[in-house]
């Protein structure tokens, strides 16, 4: 990672007073809109009163709409350090960023890289002549493909679980509307509505975690991850990315269904199709420690694994296991699960503040769920109990898996 980075930008800083006025303004032009009709008796609009309040509606809505998605663009000093990342006058700490990947441009949309915070939340956007630019800021950010995971918003993949369990809740949402039409009761609809508006937000948004061992689609049911190495490639579909694997393939949707995808879906696309392209290429490019075989659980039993892994002397028959070995399976996307769950425990026992700092390092860039864990606990200084708690949740993910 750079020590600092400084050049000359144009970027865009979503300032949430500006973002709150645009929200409030909606909300604002919404109630007028509603506001029109009734005070006309709920008929059809005849009185200049209604008619001006029905108007100024649309014109507070439309100003409000326009300066949230209006592109504030402007030229000034980009400076990238240690502390974090000076826009102009703005300055957003390194630890208020949980996320950033490059946007190539579609339609009016500029190529740029989108700085993302809690709650995915954007917090800036910095304009970029090129993927090799992109990656440069990244890099001196800390959050590139081998470094961090990046998050992206999507949809459920059709056919998974949480899908099905949306398309159950849409058709319970039609039992209230059909009583209504047999056994009256206006108020029902509001129930059926209420069921499909709960049904969206549970079941139909996701997330999608792409990080340098794999991807995983963090639906509200079952949360898939896919690892690289059983990924054939990534591509497009008409609705967003889809990754090949050798049994099937996944549809990940980035724009929801039957709607027509403007230039933000469309960046959103191809964000997510670049950096999950990036990460698999950075995965096939990274080479097996030596030592991962070592300390690899390869079907020992657990006792015997922990005797193996935390005997550091060796024998006369096998060299003793070195610390750059042990970080280098840690570090590496392409080492077996047991085998980088392995080497952290056995470096947290005698990590100080500089070992624990990079094995955090190496659980940002880490989407496998259990084994982010033991990174974690690693990572924060839990105790040998919790780890090995951990270790054995990553032994039987394994097993499940050369099971399958």
Request: no cysteine.
């Given at each position: 990672m750079a020590e600092t980075l400084q050049r000359e930008a144009e970027f865009d800083v979503m300032r949430r007073r500006e973002v709150r006025r645009g929200v409030a303004g909606l909300a604002?032009?919404?109630?007028?809109?509603?506001?029109?009709?009734?005070?006309?008796?709920?008929?059809?609009?005849?009185?200049?009163?209604?008619?001006?309040?029905?108007?100024?509606?649309?014109?507070?809505?439309?100003?409000?709409?326009?300066?949230?998605?209006?592109?504030?663009?402007?030229?000034?000093?980009?400076?990238?350090?240690?502390?974090?990342?000076?826009?102009?006058?703005?300055?957003?700490?390194?630890?208020?960023?949980?996320?950033?990947?490059?946007?190539?441009?579609?339609?009016?949309?500029?190529?740029?890289?989108?700085?993302?915070?809690?709650?995915?939340?954007?917090?800036?956007?910095?304009?970029?002549?090129?993927?090799?630019?992109?990656?440069?800021?990244?890099?001196?950010?800390?959050?590139?493909?081998?470094?961090?995971?990046?998050?992206?918003?999507?949809f459920a993949p059709p056919g998974g679980t949480t899908a099905m369990a949306a398309y159950g809740a849409f058709a319970l949402g039609f039992l209230p509307m059909v009583a209504m039409f047999l056994f009256?009761?206006?108020?029902?609809?509001?129930?059926?509505?209420?069921?499909w508006s709960v049904a969206s937000a549970l079941f139909v948004p996701c997330q999608v975690h792409v990080g340098a061992d794999g991807l995983l689609i963090a639906t509200r049911l079952a949360p898939t991850f896919i690892p690289w190495s059983e990924v054939a490639g990534v591509g497009y579909y008409e609705r967003g990315v889809v990754v090949r694997r050798k049994e099937g393939e996944i549809r990940i949707p980035t724009a929801q269904p039957g709607r027509f995808a403007n230039d933000y879906d469309r960046a959103l696309q191809q964000g997510l199709f670049t950096r999950a392209s990036q990460a698999l290429a950075a995965y096939r490019s990274g080479e097996q420690p030596d030592a991962a075989a070592r300390v690899a659980r390869r079907g020992r039993a657990h006792g015997e694994w922990m005797r193996d892994l935390f005997d550091r002397e060796g024998s006369f028959r096998v060299a003793p296991v070195l610390d750059d070995q042990l970080w280098r399976v840690v570090e590496s996307?392409?080492?077996?699960?047991?085998?980088?769950?392995?080497?952290?425990?056995?470096?947290?026992?005698?990590?100080d503040e500089s070992g624990r700092s990079r094995l955090r390092i190496a659980a940002d860039a880490c989407t496998a769920p259990r084994l982010r864990i033991v990174l974690d606990r690693t990572a924060s200084g839990a105790s040998e109990a919790a780890v090995e708690e951990a270790l054995i949740e990553v032994e039987e993910e394994g097993d499940t898996r050369r099971g399958a």
């Open positions: 604002l032009s919404l109630l007028l809109i509603a506001a029109g009709p009734t005070l006309d008796g709920g008929g059809v609009l005849t009185g200049f009163v209604p008619v001006l309040i029905l108007v100024a509606g649309l014109v507070v809505g439309g100003v409000s709409l326009a300066s949230l998605v209006r592109s504030r663009f402007r030229r000034g000093q980009l400076t990238i350090d240690r502390d974090g990342v000076r826009l102009g006058d703005d300055f957003i700490p390194r630890a208020a960023i949980t996320s950033a990947w490059f946007s190539p441009g579609a339609g009016r949309l500029r190529a740029s890289v989108r700085l993302v915070g809690d709650g995915d939340r954007e917090l800036a956007q910095v304009a970029v002549g090129s993927e090799a630019e992109a990656n440069e800021l990244l890099d001196a950010l800390g959050l590139g493909p081998r470094q961090r995971t990046a998050r992206f918003s999507a009256g009761g206006p108020g029902l609809v509001a129930l059926s509505v209420l069921i996307p392409t080492a077996e699960a047991t085998a980088r769950a392995g080497a952290a425990a056995v470096l947290a026992r005698t990590a």
